[in-house]
């Protein structure tokens, strides 16, 4: 047992893995903006706001010496300003997960929740390389403000992008301190945050998607795989994107989803169709 770091514990899926590590007797420190509904023994909320470094060192220095996980949960979907999507999204958690790592006892590890909206990383890795090369969150924020036309249409899938591809990339550094770190990228959840993600799709293409797997996930079937990776011996597991998603990517990637009759590719269709 000892102590873990979740952000974005008070809703959600973080607040699902905060029950879950509670009840396995862990002293779990939950990082959000907004306190828990239901506070647990075990859990100490230390406020942050993952969009602003000087909120992140500010509740590191709250935070003990010597940690044995961190869970990277907190995220937002839509917000007036992209570039605070992206600073919360993806900034804020290199911020907070570099400012720990040291902290990390051997055999220890991180997760990070990226999503399926990431998963084409690779084919925009050239979009995504010039913000994962900056050195500081500063250095980031002003690169986001030069550049925020880049991503202003979808600032979401931008900073799961970068994420996923953080975590790969970021997996070096924890060969050489005998931990790991993990990138976990979930499918469609059924959260408080649902309506947005509905708002972002489409109504239609959100019917559509979850119905190739029969519903949408729990936050609890989230919480699962996290606290298995944070806590169970996977030592030789590093630098890995994990999708959660009951076979939606494995469908995608194999066929037996057909994507090009979902609603967003049928519109897409039509639009192109002469008149």
Known sequence: ????????????????????????????????????????????FVRCDLGDASAIATAAAALPASLQGLANVAG?????????????????LREITRTLTPRLAAGSGIVNVSSIAGRD???????????????????????????????ARDPYSFSKRCVTAFSLREAREHVHR??????????????PLSPQFEALMGSEQTA??????????????????????LC????WLNGVDIPV??????????????????????ALRERKRPA
Not at 79 to 92: M, S
Request: hydrophobic share 40%; with cysteine; proline share 6%.
């Open 1 to 44: 047992m000892g102590n873990i770091v979740v952000t974005g514990g008070s809703s959600g899926v973080g607040a699902a893995l905060v029950r879950r590590l509670v009840q396995a007797g862990h002293q779990v420190f939950n990082l959000d903006v907004t306190e828990p509904a239901a506070p647990l023994a075990g859990q100490r």
């Open 76 to 92: 937002m979907a839509r917000a007036t300003d992209p570039v605070r999507v992206v600073a919360v999204n993806f900034l804020g």
């Open 121 to 151: 990383w690779r084919a925009r890795l050239d979009r995504i390389t010039p913000l994962l090369d900056t050195a500081s969150m500063a250095d980031g924020l002003a690169w986001c403000r030069a550049q925020t036309e880049s991503f």
């Open 178 to 191: 005998s931990t790991r770190i993990l990138c976990v990228s979930p499918g469609g959840i059924d959260t």
């Open 208 to 229: 559509w998607s979850r119905s190739q797997v029969g519903r949408p996930a729990v936050p609890d079937e989230i919480a699962q795989v996290i606290e298995m990776l």
């Open 232 to 235: 169970q011996p996977c030592g």
């Open 245 to 266: 998603d009951r076979g939606y990517c494995a469908g995608l990637e194999s066929g037996w989803i057909d994507f090009s009759q979902s609603p967003v590719m049928q």
